[in-house]
């Protein structure tokens, strides 16, 4: 599959000239993500919750409780609502109706399943391994335990959309604006700090190579 599919739920009406059905620009938005916000509709209202991710091949991988209710409900079958956002910047027009934001975005729509129990660890290094890149191999394996309190779900990036206005204008020509007024983009980007070592870890413990990968990747990419 090269290009997303248009459907009822994946097209966008507004401003419909920045979608993107590129599947390469679905997954270029994922791979630059640590979270995301996953939504289900409980007793009738909507819930959303945080939720770090990860992508293996045409899914996304997402992990919780096995003791949470809203994790417990997705695993029975309620559809979900999974969406990424990068924050480029604030666009900064001559009028307040006129200012906005550049982003790019994707919406996912679909059923996850729950990873079966032999594959779970599995799904689980590769979700690590997103989040901090060379982190498995500085510690010390799950434990049987810890595998079985956590639920690991698969996404399908079959329903998508994508959006796209990061390189959207701040003004047009001759729109009878005060030229006067300033115009402009401040760019927005996220940074990793220096590390802070924990009170509890010995004073020679050096800081591990996971944590300078995971900065280097911050610093490359701006997003997260």
């Avoid at 996304?60 to 695993?75: E, M, N, W, Y």
């Amino acid at each position: 599959m090269t290009d997303l599919p248009l459907t009822p739920l994946t097209r966008i009406r507004r401003l419909p000239h920045h979608q993107v059905t590129d599947r390469a620009a679905l997954y270029d938005i994922i791979d630059g993500a640590l979270a995301a916000t996953l939504a289900i509709s409980r007793d009738g209202r909507p819930v959303a919750l945080p939720v770090g991710i990860g992508r293996d091949g045409d899914d996304v991988l997402i992990h919780g409780s096995t003791g949470s209710d809203f994790f417990r409900r997705i695993a029975a079958g309620t559809p979900v609502f999974l969406t990424v956002t990068h924050l480029l910047g604030l666009k900064y027009a001559r009028s307040l109706f006129d200012s906005s934001m550049r982003y790019r975005c994707a919406v996912v729509h679909g059923m996850a399943s729950v990873v079966l129990p032999d594959d779970k660890e599995s799904a689980l290094l590769t979700l690590s391994e997103h989040l901090m890149p060379g982190r498995p191999a500085e510690v010390r394996p799950m434990t049987a335990r810890e595998l079985a309190a956590t639920m690991v779900l698969r996404l399908p990036l079959a329903e998508a959309s994508v959006k796209d206005n990061a390189g959207s204008a701040v003004e047009e020509d001759d729109d009878g604006e005060d030229r006067s007024v300033w115009a402009g983009t401040l760019p927005l980007r996220v940074v990793a700090g220096d590390p802070v070592t924990s009170a509890q870890t010995r004073p020679s413990t050096a800081i591990p190579a996971s944590v300078r990968l995971a900065a280097e990747r911050i610093a490359a990419s701006g997003t997260a």
